[in-house]
């Protein structure tokens, strides 16, 4: 009977106590869902007002512009994922997210209704079904169309970001044991959250499946209704909690804790001396396993951090990005300012890669496949760095995607001097191209692999044609076997000499001989020796015919001197004979030779030094003098050669 009237006050005490704890937790949750309907509210307040400032201002529609505050307003109103402008086709010509642009939407209901709305003559938001985004997670928009004289023109519209919802819902519930249901009006729920879980919507097999084969009965719940008079259909909110885990775990075990008491004594003194008996042994298993944990890990960390790699995983089931260390140097952020968010590796790459490098993720995601690329970073210090990424998928046991992992390295010196020397290779290629002397690159067995126009012309080939020549074949075969040259050959190819140039005549297409001044550079590592050899061709054709021209008119001018009556003979500015005509020679036959000086020649001359002197001056002289007993007419002439003073003529004609 003691027995039975404690069971009978404990059992009512508890009953008591249940109804106690289920009308507070009723208000918690009126409070809870009160407060979260207002902040979603306000957000929605906001979203409009942002719509309508983009309505009133697209008259002056300018795209550029327009773009940049699409990506000015998304950045700064994180419950906007994506704020994008269609015209009349359903395709996108504004957006936040580049990769959007030229990409058609006509067949979403946030299009067509907001269509139609607008042609009913109601200037009402339309808040669209959920739909699913490329992260796999069900998202839905704020659209409104406009137009002029009533001439449907284009849809603004606002996609909501559900991470952001999702994650003040969380920090707001985060301690709570409650179910969170967002839900469209069309009874579409976008997500739910138990606990701290994202959860996509429809029909799919969630965490809280365990909410739903409860009856009404067994939950307490409370709704709000997020009706505003300027949208067209709206959301509704609505937390969950069941009545079981108000409770202490202990009042839904008291009725079995007698039953099993004994049993679980018995069954935990096996277990006890089970596990007593083989705790050494699991310690020791497990402290070996923990040591190689941290050896590998210790490895990768190491390796990665000689390697200068950062490592990086994008969850997909939580929308979350981690970094490890070498990631946060390479950025040149700190663990502190880091969030976790996609969205804040985007802000540090470049603007002008933003969208290439979100396409290759985005593609990655479909497709379910790794990607390679470069793009390129704006650090905390404002300073852009060059960043190789690869990445690949990673699955679970039953083959589904669940997150991005990948490896970032900063490769900016290996870009400056891949710069560096495309510019050089540039310089390199624009003066061999423009170089006036003709030039090529010609391989150990002399066949041509590059030439320029200038080596083109000097040979009559085109390009094509030339290739298909050997030097050696296009040299004149007696050039060929000149000593002078093949010793300079043999001791260039034996690296014994760097260079050497010598004068060559070469074969025109046209059949005629041209000469050539031509200059051989090896090209040579320590490891190969020689790979091929740099030729210079200066055409001095014209330079040998006007020699050549020179000599012939020297032999007659000599010829024709020679055979004058009159004697002449050539002196330099130190008066020493250089030469002399035959006459000359027969003058003074026993004193004139070359080498001489004109005071040994003939001592009479003495009485010339003045007209000598003036001559030397640069000036025409003349005098008469006796030679031989013999009158002589003497003129003395300045001449010149190359430009430069050089000596004198003495032109002596007999009086008669």
């Known amino acids: 009977m003691f027995w039975l009237l404690i069971g009978i006050l404990t059992f009512s005490y508890l009953h008591k106590n249940y109804q106690v704890s289920i009308q507070q937790a009723q208000n918690s949750l009126d409070t809870d869902i009160e ?25 002056y529609f300018n795209p550029q512009e327009l773009q940049k505050n699409f990506e000015l307003i998304n950045s700064s109103v994180p419950s906007i994922r994506t704020l994008s402008l269609m015209n009349a086709q359903g395709e996108v010509v504004a957006s936040s997210r580049l990769f959007l642009l030229g990409k058609k939407f006509d067949y979403r209901d946030y299009f067509k209704y907001a269509k139609t709305l607008f042609e009913e003559n109601r200037q009402e938001f339309y808040l669209s079904t959920p739909f699913k985004t490329i992260l796999d997670i069900y998202t839905s928009t704020i659209s409104i169309a406009l137009g002029k004289d009533n001439h449907f023109s284009y849809v603004i519209v606002a996609t909501l970001d559900p991470l952001y919802f999702y994650k003040n819902t969380i920090e707001f519930l985060k301690t709570k044991d409650i179910l969170f249901q967002f839900k469209h009006s069309s009874g579409a729920e976008i997500f739910s959250t138990y606990p701290n879980h994202l959860i996509s919507s429809q029909n799919e097999n969630r965490d809280t499946q365990d909410f739903k084969v409860l009856s009404h009965n067994d939950l307490i719940s409370s709704t709000f209704d997020i009706k505003l008079q300027w949208l067209e259909n709206n959301y509704s909110i609505q937390l969950l909690q069941p009545k079981s885990k108000i409770l202490s775990s202990w009042y839904k075990t008291s009725l079995q804790l007698i039953s099993v008491f004994i049993t679980t004594l018995i069954f935990s003194a096996a277990i006890l001396f089970y596990f007593q008996k083989n705790r050494k042994k699991q310690d020791l298993l497990i402290k070996q396993f923990y040591q ?13 951090s000689a390697a200068n790699l950062g490592a990086w995983e994008l969850n997909l089931k939580e929308g979350t990005l981690s970094w490890d260390e070498k990631m946060h140097q390479i950025y040149g952020s700190s663990e502190q300012e880091f969030t976790g968010h996609y969205d804040t590796w985007r802000r540090y790459v470049h603007p002008d890669d933003v969208s290439r490098i979100e396409n290759l993720i985005e593609e990655a995601l479909i497709k379910k496949r790794g990607f390679q ?5 704006i650090n905390k210090n404002k300073e852009t760095h060059h960043i190789r990424v690869a990445a690949n998928c990673l699955f679970s046991t039953n083959g589904n995607l669940l997150s991005l992992v990948g490896i970032n390295e900063d490769i900016s010196l290996i870009k400056e001097s891949q710069l560096k020397k495309e510019e050089a290779e540039a310089t390199l290629q624009a003066t061999f191209d423009c170089a006036a002397v003709g030039m090529g690159i010609v391989n150990l067995e002399g066949r041509f692999l590059r030439v320029n126009q200038a080596l083109c012309d000097f040979f009559g080939f085109n390009e094509e044609n030339l290739l298909k020549q050997t030097l050696e074949s296009l040299t004149y075969a007696e050039d060929l076997l000149q000593d002078q040259d093949l010793r300079s050959k043999r001791a260039f190819l034996n690296q014994r000499i760097n260079q050497y140039t010598t004068e060559k005549r070469y074969y025109h297409k046209a059949g005629h001989l041209v000469w050539g001044l031509t200059s051989f550079v090896n090209i040579a590592n320590q490891n190969t020796g020689i790979r091929y050899f740099i030729v210079q061709i200066s055409d001095i054709t014209q330079h040998k015919k006007d020699l050549i021209f020179l000599q012939e008119q020297k032999a007659l ?3 024709v001197i020679s055979k004058l009556p009159a004697s002449i003979i050539y002196v330099d500015t130190n008066l020493y004979c250089q030469n002399y005509n035959t006459s000359a020679k027969k003058l003074f036959a026993h004193t004139l030779t070359e080498g001489t000086h004109l005071y040994q020649v003939c001592k009479d001359l003495y009485a010339c030094q003045d007209e000598i002197k003036l001559a030397l001056n640069g000036h025409h002289s003349t005098t008469n003098l006796l030679l031989h007993q013999q009158k002589f007419d003497i003129h003395f002439i300045p001449y010149q050669s190359e430009g430069s003073f050089k000596g004198l003529a003495m032109i002596i004609s007999e009086l008669p």
């Open 35 to 59: 407060y979260l309907g207002l902040q979603v509210s306000q957000e929605f307040e906001a979203i409009r007002k942002i719509i309508l400032n983009i309505r009133k201002d697209i008259k």
């Open 292 to 304: 190689n944990l941290i050896h590998q890990n210790t490895r990768l960390k190491t390796a990665t």
């Open 373 to 377: 690329s470069q793009f390129r970073i």
């Open 557 to 559: 001018f000599d010829e």
